[in-house]
């Protein structure tokens, strides 16, 4: 018998119908997977669930009972929880005093001890260690994710919703997770897992639900199918999964880094006298877990944060240049965080797409935006990118977070730039609109542009780059061509050990 049952949903917006008519059930004791392309229905289907959104049509069933539930509180009662993509969780607080602020008690005091001690007891039971002490600011993301799901668990949730949870992890991360989410089916609980990485799909799911413009194509045994036909089922055709490459036409050095020194927010050297060059025609990956200097590296090249050391953009010291100045200079840059630095959320999708070159001529009359041109800007980028809206004028926050990236991705690649910076550019975008960015990246290149891709996915950096750099606590610890590149020696390089990753290669060779 399902545990949740979901009949004939309907939720309809301005312009768009989110989900027509979907139903679809949830057992416990077993990983469902709701698979499909941004924009498919699948968050809004689970904002019906948690009491988020109001559905226009359709029952929700709960142990076989009719149930409306109409806020998150009474969602929480029905034994649902749901840890959304982006966090709510208050970083200067702590974990217990986050889990405190989530309850719904209505006490003039609260024994955080209490609390404390049975958030110790969930996160050994489940796998989810996690000090409740601890600031928030001062956790991994992997961690903050924990407190997220530790806050679910703490209100007895049975059903745990979990939308695109291994997006900004790493594979330790990763690994930690499922063996959390295999001790939660243990206990017989439900997971509904939202993820666009097929390969984690066939790995943790029994149940797949593939969703397509709102409505349901079916639902399969993960045993009885695989990534092919999935990848088939969310697109609606056939996908391929190799990236076209044209011949590689290899120009000049654009980019040349020199002894570069770098610090995080918190004021911790995370680029420690780091050395790389990139020619026009390559794409250069960088590999590496999360928090090995990437960021503050890419920040520091832009213009983004202090630094030391010496920037040279096509033969040009651009050290101590503005972000602006080094734009200007025909440099495009898709960040790691598409809403804290790639898009104003509550800024039309139009200004968006025009967000760091609105003052360029084509845009303007006189002093002034010209509006019809922007507008006819917005309205190519949209059809070419498949940025799915009704309307150009609608706010970015009404986007998916994959058609937020797509936006970013479209403004960015749209300015042909000799010296691109991509970082994480499919992170929370399906396998249609990912194989369409690996293709528009790869144009980019062929057409002389030098590349920078940042990326924790290894089979991204292999597909895409034409040379790597393994990063490692802010120094580039080993660089390699495509060909002599194999995940075994990358997650040793990644894991701090040269000397065997060269002994590899000496095997192999």
């Known amino acids: 018998m399902n545990f949740i049952e979901l009949k004939e949903i309907t939720k309809i917006y301005p312009g768009t119908v989110a989900c027509d008519k979907v139903s679809v059930g949830f057992r416990r ?3 469902h997977t709701l698979l499909g392309e941004n924009g498919a229905g699948k968050s809004t289907l689970m904002n019906v669930l948690y009491g988020l959104a109001k559905p226009d049509g359709g029952t929700i069933f709960v142990n076989g009972k009719e149930t409306e539930i109409d806020s998150p509180k009474t969602a929480i ?61 001062s956790l991994t993301v992997g961690q903050q994710q924990r407190v997220e799901i530790l806050k679910a668990l703490y209100k007895n949730c049975d059903l745990l919703v979990l939308d695109e ?15 959390a989410i295999r001790n939660l089916i243990a206990e017989d609980k439900a997971v509904i897992f939202i993820s666009h990485k097929l390969n984690e799909v066939m790995e943790i ?9 709102g409505k349901v194509v079916g639902s399969v045994n993960a045993c009885d199918t695989n990534a092919r036909e999935l990848a088939s089922m969310m697109v609606g055709k056939e996908v391929s999964f190799e990236v076209a490459r044209g011949e590689q036409k290899l120009g000049g050095t654009m980019l040349e880094v020199k002894d570069m020194h770098a610090k995080d927010s918190k004021g911790v ?13 390559e794409i250069y990956g960088i590999a590496g877990v999360d928090g090995n200097g990437q960021s503050e590296l890419i920040r520091g090249i832009v213009g983004l944060c202090k630094k030391t050391g010496t920037v040279l953009i096509g033969g040009e010291d651009m050290s101590k240049s503005t972000p602006r100045q080094i734009l200007d200079k025909g440099v495009a840059h898709i960040p790691e965080d598409r809403q804290g630095m790639g898009v104003v959320m509550k800024m039309p999708i139009r200004n968006n797409l025009v967000l760091d ?42 986007l998916s977070g994959g058609n937020q990236q797509k936006v970013v991705v479209a403004r960015e690649l749209d300015k042909q730039p000799r010296l691109l910076f991509a970082v994480h550019p499919t992170r929370g975008v399906d396998i249609g609109a990912t194989q369409f960015i690996h293709e528009q990246i790869m144009a980019a290149r ?64």
């Open 165 to 179: 949870p291994t997006a900004v992890l790493t594979p330790q991360e990763i690994r930690e997770l499922f063996v």
């Open 205 to 213: 799911s029994k149940v797949i639900t593939i969703l397509h413009l």
């Open 269 to 281: 050297e995370t680029v420690r006298g780091l050395n790389m060059q990139v020619r026009a025609g």
């Open 29 to 31: 004791g077993e990983v």
């Open 446 to 509: 062929d057409a002389g542009c030098a590349v920078v891709l940042v990326s924790t996915e290894l089979d991204e950096i292999i597909s895409l780059s034409d040379r790597i750099g393994v990063i490692y606590e802010g120094v580039i610890l080993g660089e390699m061509d495509r060909k002599d590149a194999n995940y075994e020696r990358l997650g040793l390089l990644m894991a701090g050990k040269r000397d065997e990753a060269a002994q590899t290669v000496g095997k192999e060779g």
């Open 77 to 137: 009662a029905c034994g649902v929880g749901m840890v959304h993509q982006h966090f709510m969780l208050i970083p200067t607080l702590t974990v217990v005093e986050n889990v405190i602020l989530s309850l719904d008690e209505k006490k003039a005091f609260i024994d955080k001890k209490r609390v404390a001690a049975r958030i110790l007891e969930i996160s050994q039971k489940y796998g989810l260690l996690v000090d409740p002490y601890a600031k928030v600011s």
């Open 357 to 398: 070159t609105f003052y360029d001529e084509k845009f303007t009359k006189g002093v002034f935006l010209d509006w019809k041109k922007v507008d006819g800007q917005a309205g190519y980028l949209i059809e070419h990118y498949g940025i799915k809206t009704p309307d150009a004028g609608n706010p970015v926050s009404s």
